[in-house]
């Protein structure tokens, strides 16, 4: 069986992947594929992680958690899907020691061992630190920024870093990657390589976001494209989804403000021109593929 585990990041989709692949579920289900709802697994997993604490799982947990998790016979399903952005540590314990999400291969090492026998593999969001650090800030109990940092200093933030830490840990675990600033565009590709379906397959809300930040008029206009255009293909589907934005973004949806003491402009530059040399590098990385417009 293959297990997918999206692990967020933090203040990325929301749990709107989630929400989407739920909305196809019950079309998927008979083709092997399991999207069970957060509450069956969410506390039973992270409470599993946590009892185990890095110590070796005999093979029941396995079983266990499968018959906990799924309506369905195991022996059915050939690709289980899971969604927990909190996976890696709660908000206000993002940094630690001086690194961000300082648990996170401890924990994908015991969820490898748990689903041992079969095909891990791990989606995870990312986004530009200048917008992302703000965003994991306002969702903890912290009052002062760098308390809620713990000494690590943004400028230092890299997620090269935790990749390759993911990667020295589990080598054999492949791992999809995409910038929460493209997903409008590439939303439809994410819920297709997490289903394990095919690009082509129509699926329900693939334009969700996208949605979300142009006006109707360009909505309505975007679909009555599509509906005189049925065979256009996804790169060009994407050409004219960037052409709409042009045209009919909604500046109020994609614009974000950084209010943080000492960011200013050029500081934001910088992070970003950070976080923009960093994808290269994670580009470049064996077993990481990254989903890009």
């Known amino acids: 069986m293959q297990v997918i585990l999206h692990t967020g990041v933090h203040c990325t989709d929301e749990d709107r992947i989630l929400k989407c692949l739920l909305r196809n579920a019950e079309a998927w289900r008979h083709e092997g594929v399991a999207i069970p709802g957060p509450s069956k697994y969410r506390r039973l997993l992270a409470d599993s992680l946590t009892k185990l604490k890095g110590s070796?799982?005999?093979a029941q947990v396995r079983e266990v958690l499968l018959d906990a998790i799924l309506?369905?016979?195991p022996h059915q399903i050939d690709r289980l899907v899971l969604s927990n952005d909190n996976f890696?540590?709660?908000p206000k314990l993002a940094f630690q020691n001086g690194l961000v999400y300082l648990r996170a291969e401890a924990r994908l090492q015991t969820f490898a061992d748990i689903f041992a026998e079969?095909?891990?593999?791990?989606?995870?969001?990312?986004?530009?630190p200048a917008t992302f650090l703000p965003a994991v800030f306002g969702a903890t109990p912290h009052e002062e920024f760098g308390a809620f940092m713990n000494g690590?200093?943004?400028?230092?933030?890299?997620w090269s870093d935790l990749v390759r830490r993911i990667r020295d840990t589990l080598p054999h675990v492949p791992i999809t990657l995409w910038c929460n600033e493209d997903t409008p565009i590439i939303w439809g590709e994410i819920i297709?390589?997490?289903?394990?379906?095919?690009m082509t397959r129509k699926i329900s809300g693939a334009f969700d976001l996208f949605s979300q930040i142009i006006d109707k008029e360009g909505m309505k206009r975007f679909r009555a494209f599509l509906a005189e255009n049925p065979t256009i293909?996804?790169?060009?589907?994407?050409?004219?989804m960037a052409a709409f934005l042009d045209k009919y973004a909604m500046d109020e949806e994609i614009e974000e403000d950084v209010d943080l003491p000492g960011w200013d402009d050029a500081y934001v530059?910088?992070?970003t021109e950070l976080y923009e040399d960093d994808l290269d590098t994670l580009a470049g990385m064996h077993g990481v593929s990254l989903i890009t417009p």
């Open 88 to 90: 890696f540590s709660v």
């Open 233 to 240: 293909n996804e790169m060009q589907k994407r050409r004219v």
């Open 269 to 271: 530059d910088m992070l």
């Open 56 to 58: 070796t799982p005999d």
């Open 152 to 158: 690590v200093d943004p400028m230092h933030l890299r």
């Open 71 to 73: 309506s369905e016979d």
């Open 118 to 128: 079969d095909e891990v593999e791990i989606f995870m969001g990312l986004r530009n």
């Open 192 to 198: 297709r390589e997490m289903a394990g379906i095919e």
